[in-house]
T-cell receptor
């Protein structure tokens, strides 16, 4: 079953604006990961945040994790048209899940030039 | 860089045909995964494998089987293709349980007529 749920389902912004996507999950996790998918292609790993971390940065990406609320957010700053893609969160439920991840349904981000 | 390749980008088959989808990774990863992706349903795990000759059912294994005879290769088999198996199929691999970020292939868009 899908654990991660992204919000919003779709987001349209202008180039230069920030984009924030949220992910909620239901069970305890070992880590949470964000992926990006360009149309018709495979997913690309963006960033991983472990359950004992609260915030992580990578370039223009900032991820936060609130395990008490079982939620995460992905912030893309100073967006570019090339950031247009679908973004997925994926949760690792730890030992009970082995190495498998559970993906949400994704947020479709459109950045208008 | 990890490279995951899939045997075909596009495939058209007829109902009842046996279909083989091949996936190869070149970084000695222990884990390999097969997903299908459908609009509105996100990524759903079909089967995964932790080691050679080992397989585990995912969330939607019905109508599929897999084979992992060599560490680098993970095959998905549709024994008798049906129209409801028309989908995008994504293969992924990850190093091991402790390092489980997944690397995806480009996907195979399968159409069953």
């Amino acid at each position: 079953s899908q654990q991660g749920e992204e919000d919003p389902q779709a987001l349209s912004i202008q180039e230069g604006e920030n984009a924030t996507m949220n992910c909620s999950y239901k069970t305890s996790i070992n880590n949470l990961q964000w992926y990006r998918q360009n149309s018709g292609r495979g997913l690309v790993h963006l960033i991983l945040i472990r359950s004992n971390e609260r915030e992580k940065h990578s370039g223009r990406l900032r991820v936060t994790l609130d395990t008490s609320k079982k939620s995460s957010s992905l912030l893309i700053t100073a967006s570019r048209a090339a950031d247009t893609a679908s973004y997925f969160c994926a949760t690792d439920a730890g030992e009970t899940s082995g190495s498998r991840l559970t993906f949400g349904e994704g947020t479709q981000l459109t950045v208008n030039p | 860089d990890v490279k995951v390749t899939q045997s075909s980008r596009y495939l058209v088959k007829r109902t009842g045909e046996k279909v083989f989808l091949e996936c190869v990774q070149d970084m000695d990863h222990e884990n390999m995964f097969w997903y299908r992706q459908d609009p509105g349903l996100g990524l759903r795990l079909i089967y995964f494998s932790y080691d050679v000759k080992m397989k585990e059912k995912g969330d939607i294994p019905e109508g599929y089987s897999v084979s992992r005879e060599k560490k680098e290769r993970f095959s998905l088999i549709l024994e008798s293709a049906s129209t409801n198996q028309t989908s995008m199929y994504l293969c992924a691999s990850s190093l091991n349980i402790a390092n489980n970020e997944q690397f995806f292939g480009p996907g195979t868009r399968l159409t069953v007529l």
